[in-house]
Structure formats: C-alpha cells, structure tokens
C-alpha cells in the first residue's frame, strides 16, 4: 500500500479529490484467570475517496489499492457526487479544497512497534493474574493489554500530503467478586479507561504492575460494603468518572453534526443551538473545557484531522460561557460557525464526521484535601460503569463502580453502587471546585460510537476531579 | 455466476490453497466476512454523505496440539495476492503458536457440517432508490440512512468443513422529524425494493408525525401504565443480549438474570418465553469456529431461566454443552413468545397511561438486581380513556426487569414484529429479533 511512496498519476473528472490510506495492526493479549487466551492479532488495510463534483460530494472504500483499484474507486466516488448531486444538502462547490502538507507520529514513534514481545506481554500479564489471590469470593477476573499501531496518509488533489503515524496502548485490569447473591466488578480505572498514545511507560504511569491485587481487594472490599445512600447532596467524582461526565453531557452536545441534525435519526440531536454559542452560559465560572489534539500522551492527538485540517487547541467553554462547537470544515461551513479539526474517520471504510478527539476539562486549584474539606455531606464516586442519556444530551445517570462516603468534610466508609441523575444544561453550573493538576489524569475511551454507518472511535479525556453540589444521589436495588 | 456465488468460490479458492499449506500435526480454521454496501445518508430529506464500502475479512486459526493463535487481515479482493497473503499469514502464526501456552480451554468441532445458504435480493441501483425515497419524503424532514448490498459469510477448516451464508438486502432506517426531538421512527427492510411497500410505511410515518406535532406535555416522574411498543422491547431485549444470556456470565455470576439461575431464585412471569431462534432468524447457521447451531435454544420458558448461549471455550471452561454461541454469547435471532392481547386493542387495555414506540440508550442501574434505565425517545403519547392526547416530553425510566417482565406484566400482544438488525458498526449485522408489544401495569420513571 502506498502509504509513503509515490502514486500512480490519477486523472478525475472532479473538481476536488482525496484518498485517504488506513493500515492498522493489533496485537491483543489477554490472561483470564491465569489462562493465556490465544494472542489475536490484525491488520487492516485500506483505502477511502472522496470526490467534489457537480457541487455533489460521494465517497467509495476498498481494500483494494493497486493502482487499478485506486482509480476505480476514485471513479466510483465521483459517481456517486454527480449522481445525487441535485439532492446534496450543501453545495460541494463551496466547501474547502485543502492542501494539507505534514508529519505526526506517536510519542513513542515508529521505532516502538516491538518494545515487548508476544511472549514478553504474556508473561507479564500472567504475573498480574497470579497476583490477584486465591480468595474463593474471586469468581472471575481478566489482565490484557492491546498493541496498536496505526498509520494514515491523506492525498488530496491540491498536492496535500500528509502522513500520521500512531502508537496506542491500552491496559486493562477487571476482576470479579461473588458473594451471598450479590456480585461486585472492580477495574482499573474502567474498562480501557486508560489508554493512550505511547510506549511501554504508560503501564507505569498508571501503577499497572501490582494493581490485580489492588483491584481484587477492592472488589473484596466492595462486597461488604453498604449500598449507597440516597438523597440530595454533593459529590466529588474521581477523573475516572469526569471523563464519562465530559463525554457524554459536553462533548456529544456539542458536535456539530449533531446540531445540523445529521444525527437524529441515531445517536440523536442536541440540547445545543446554534444560536447559543457566544454567550450561552454551560456551567460555572471554574469550567474550562478545551478541544486539544497537542497532548502527546492523550488518546486522540494528532496534527491534520481526516479532512485535512490543522489541529489545534482550542477552548469550546471558557468560564463556563459556550465559544465554539466541535465541528470540522464541512460543518463549519454549513453552520456558518467556527469549529475545530475534529473531522475524523474510525477507519478506510467509513467516512469523516464530527467526533470528540481529546477533550479536557482544565485544571483549577484545588487540592483534593481542600475539596473533601468542603463537603458537609456527599459522595466521593470512582471509575464509572453504567451511562444512559437522553438523545438531547440532557437528562442523565450514571454509575459509579465504588464510592466513599464524605462527612463533615472527612473520608468515610467505602460503599457500592452510587449512582447519580441529573440534566446537562443545570448540572455544570453546580460545578463547585475544580481540582488541581496533581488530580488530573489522562484517561479515555477506545469505544466511542455514533454515526449511520456507524462508527467507534478513540477519543481522549484528561480532567481533575470535581465537585458538584447538591445532586441527587442514589444506591443499587434495596 | 452471481456475486454471492463468486465470492462463494473466491473463498473456498483461498481455504484450499490453506489446505495445501498446513503442515502435519495442525489444524486451520479460517472465517470470512465481506459486503458489498451502498450507503446513502439522508438529512433533511437530501443527501448528506452518499458511498459505497468494498471490504472482505479473512480470520485465520492455527492449532498445534492444545495451543493455538489467531490472526485477522483484510483481502484485496485478488484472488492470486489474497491466497499468498492468507498462507503467509498462515506461517506467521506457525511461529506464533510456537510460543503459546497450552490452552486448557480450546475446543474444537467434532464433526463435519457443512451447509450453503444463499439468498439473493431484487435491488434497484440505490441512487434510483434515493430518488423514490426523496420523492416521497418530500416537504418533510426527513433523517436516516439507506443500506443496501450483498453481505457474505464464511467458513472452511483443514477438516474439509466448508459453511456459506450471504444474503443480499436492502435497510433504510428514517424519522421524520416535527421540531427538537419530536419525530417518529420508521424503516423499511427486506430482500425486494417494494414501492408499494415503502408508500405504505411513508405513510403510517406521516400520519404519526401529525400526531407528535401536538403540543407535548411534560410528565413528572412517578409510576405510569404503559405500552410498550415491539420496537420499544427490542431495545430492553438488546440490553438483555450485552451478556445476561451469556454461558459464561451466568457461570461467573455476572449476568443481569444470574439470579434466575437458582432454586427459589428470581422468575418472570409465566407467560414470559425468550429463545434463540436460529430457524426462523437471518443470522448464519454456524459460529466463527465452525460450530453448528441447533435450529432453537430456549432460553426462558414460562418465566423460568432454563438454557443459555455457550460458546466452545465456556462449553470447555465450566463443563457445559456448546450450543452455537460465538465468542460474546449474544442472541442473534431472538424471539419472545407472543401474548393473548390484539396490538390494534393496545390503546384500549392501557386505558390510562404512556404509549411508547422507542426507548433509548439503555443500561443497567443495578446490573445485579436486573435494573436498568433508559430513555424514551420519539413517538411516545400520553393516553387517556383509550386515546391519544398529547406527544410526551421525553422520560428516564429506572425499573427492574423483574417486575417489568414478572408481577407488572399485563399482557403480550398476539402480533409480533421481525426486526432486522440495521446496526452498521464494522460491518451490516446479520442478527434479528422477533417481538410483541408488552402492556405493563406499572412502570418507574425518575426524571
């Protein structure tokens, strides 16, 4: 595939073209209660054009990308802009013609494609299973680590030139506790809730070696724990919780495509108007919420997005006042709003949309001693495991795999099952502390879906904890 | 030669040129999935992003006594460079069974079954289809997507075992929207392009919409009678499939239903039957490791848990019977048993309450307790005296499936709708459910 070398000349009848070249290998490693699963390895490869014709837009993928290939589906794609050109919701002929020229590779770069062996991983995760314990309440418990690299060039008939390459790892520790009819999961920082760009010295960023048996205590612990209370008071959510809270009631909001409607008949619309961005007021003066693809470590960084453009940071909410929405060239244009490179694609086979790509919520200066202190009474919730929202992005709930009660401004004992409700547009403005950089993390979500065809996609979340006032807490079924 | 044909013989082309590859002392298993799909998105009633996705997979097993790797490429679509890269992807895993460690829990099939399924589609060229689509849909805001092609699957192993499945069809998913989150859900699917057909579905939708353009009103939480409508209990079936039927999740305890599975434990009620039903769904007959189906598996039987979906390696790990599951043991063809109550007398048994056609975006909120939480999305009324009276404002409900489905279960209607799988992640989905509507008598809203 010509993923750094010279194409063939391609003559189109179009007023502007692209192809967008995808290769990606993945190594997956897994031990189940001490049993090595089969590694499980990929590798994808493909290619997607995009055509501007007639002031009508089509694209075609394949798997194919011999030069034969490479001009069919180039001819393929320009079929389909000139054949439901009359019926295109935006005029192609006004949209930009980018000529993007640029390099991005991974922290870790290209020279990290084999810093463990298969059997290396292996061992590795082996060891970690062993340290779970041999308590008999352990029903279940899982330790993996997917390898993946990925890299992307985008030609564009204006002599763009781009090539992106990536190295992603994403560690994952879930263990299981039964016990008298209840069942407790326990994980490290959720399901591939951590996960980023990088090599090996992520899993010691993140306590990797030695966290089984912390996990496995923990659901032990949870067991015997009481049920989370319910009523009305504050919670402390953990960043392992933030980025869940980010994603769904700020993020999805505010993708632009969503705002045009592209999404209803799916993922669905948005509480956010056009009109808003400006002067709405999303949450309390603390929320700063920012779009940047500049944070090497974090999941979704990058310099050119799918359609080309230039990724740069930016903030979406400043002050808690609304600035601008997520979205890529395309959209931008047909809102007539200024966006962000957010235009992306989860592979060859599916074309760009409007997507989070690293979205953080900023730092402010509080320490997590201070925020405890300032709770009389609420909840200090970890590591989500349950999310629901309305197709507005308003109404929601979502759980929380451990807390820990606060009382008069102290730590108290650890309980299960909290949960919590409430509706986007009022709960950022009962944002009350914003924790410091030393509560931040760096975490996110390989597992982001949306779009008719669908797609999942990596994005990334870095926040500190928070603290929220007066939100309606509750436990699991009495 | 049809395309489901060639893409038959393509397939089974590469599965003997691995045949020819694999060495004394090994076993391959090789599965393959493709499609050929026309994807139209529609926004507004007008194209927002027209294209097509050519794409063929190839996974590729290699056993060496009890010890085993797996590796997935995509295919060029050449027969000559796909059977190269497929045997050399064969000897890359040779060396990477080398290292593995013995698998205590592989299992493999112990028979040959092999079977051919084809079931070609009457399509017409899509942007024909669009134009019918738009045409009808026109003064209306309409929003969805229409997909449409043949979708193959395969499989072959060193055992001679050859199974293909394709099926050539069309799905178009829309909503006609009023304003905000007013709208109402419709989608026409099959294997034939029906004019007729889609004048009728655009129609019903049409008629519904004006009905949601009413002024709405805004329920406050509390207890409401509702119906739930069969496209409303596919959503709870859906959620149901992320692992409560599950071999393993039950075996772990990790299933929503885990308290089902003991004497005295929890049941639904008795006129409550969910079963796998492979003979009468759209998904293939065999698994990903060559594994057969048997043409039904009960799951629930008159409100008892009495089977589950047990995937070769869990049928190995906790000693049970393999029953066709792959790997994730999710229902691919579910069905739930049909009720005594008409749909058209829907309204009148509910008398007082919601009337719901969609939920959205469902969880568990107490995943061991069987409760769980969602939204109501799109046409969902109140009703009064047997009418509806106003589109409602939307609503999260937080209920448990044991009283939804047990002591609050009023009655099943005798109709029951097939539902084609239009989920597009990856790949088409080829998986079904087959659904009444469910009247129950007392549903929990929070919000």
Known sequence: ?????????????????????????????????????????????????????????????????????????????????????????????????????????????????????????????????????????????????????????????????????????????????????????????????????????????????????????????????????????????????????????????????????????????????????????????????????????????????????????????RAGVLERPLGGAISQQRAGLPGVANARACSWNRPPIDRMANLNLEPGTSTFDGMVSAIELGVYMQTNCSWSIDDSRNKFQFGCERGRMIRNGKLAEVIKRPNYRGVSASFWRSLAHVGNADTLEVLGTPYCGKGEPSQVIRVGHASPACVFTGVDVFGGEA | MSVEDTMEAYFHAIAAALDGATARGERYAATFDGEDTDFVRLNQGKVRQPGSVSQRYLTLRLVQDRRHAEHRQSLTGDLAIDTASAVAALSALRSAVTDAHDDPHLLLPASVQSSATHRGGDLPPAADVVDRILDAAHGSDLVGLYAAGPVFRGFADSSGQRNWHSTTTFNLQFSLYHRADKAVKSGYAGFRWDDAAFAARMHDARERLALVAQPARSLSPGKYRVYLAPSAVDEIAGLLGWGAFSGRALATQQSALSRMGSDGGERLDPRVSFREDTANGVAPSFQAEGFTRPSMIPLVEKGVLVGSLVSPRTAREFGLDANGANSHESPESFAMDAGDLAAADALAALDDGLMIGNLHYLNYSDRNACRITGMTRFATFRVQHGRIVAPADVLRFDDSIYRLFGANLEALTVERELLLASETYGCRQMSSSELPGALIREMAFTL
């Open chain 1, 1 to 317: 595939m010509p993923l750094d070398s010279a194409l063939p000349a391609l003559d189109v009848d179009a007023d502007f073209w692209s192809l967008r070249f995808v290769e990606e290998a993945s190594d997956d490693h897994v031990v189940r209660k001490n049993v090595a699963l089969p590694l499980t390895t990929s590798l994808d490869r493909g290619v997607m054009a995009s055509v501007y014709a007639d002031g009508g837009y089509g694209y075609a993928a394949t798997g194919d990308t011999s030069p034969d290939g490479l001009k069919r589906v180039l001819q393929r794609a320009r079929d389909w802009a000139k054949v439901t050109a009359r019926h295109a919701i935006a005029d192609s002929q006004a949209l930009p013609r980018p000529a993007p020229q640029g390099r991005y590779a991974s922290p870790a770069g290209i020279a990290a494609t084999a810093a463990l062996s298969h059997k290396q991983w292996f061992d590795l995760l082996m060891a970690e299973s062993q340290s779970a314990g041999d308590d008999p309440r352990l029903v279940d418990w899982e330790v993996s680590c997917e390898v993946v690299r990925t890299t992307q060039r985008l030609v564009t008939s204006g002599g763009g030139d781009v090539v992106q390459h990536y190295r992603f790892l994403m560690p994952s520790v879930s263990v299981t506790a039964h016990a008298d009819g209840d069942t407790i999961v326990r994980t490290l920082n959720g399901y591939r809730g951590i996960c980023q760009q990088g090599g090996e010295e992520i899993l010691a960023r993140f306590g990797f070696a030695g966290s089984t048996r912390r996990v496995a205590d923990e659901a032990l612990e949870l067991l015997a724990a009481p049920n989370c209370p319910s009523g009305t008071m504050d919670v402390l959510l953990a960043p392992d919780q933030m980025v869940l809270q980010i994603h769904e009631s700020i993020g999805h909001p505010l993708e632009l495509d969503r705002i045009l409607g592209d999404e209803r008949n799916f993922a669905g619309t948005s509480f956010v108007t056009a009109d808003m961005f400006g002067s709405y007021r999303y949450g309390s003066e603390l929320l700063n919420i920012t779009f940047d693809p500049t944070r090497g470590e974090e999941l979704a960084s990058y310099a050119f997005d799918d359609d080309g453009t230039r990724a740069e940071k930016m903030h979406l909410i």
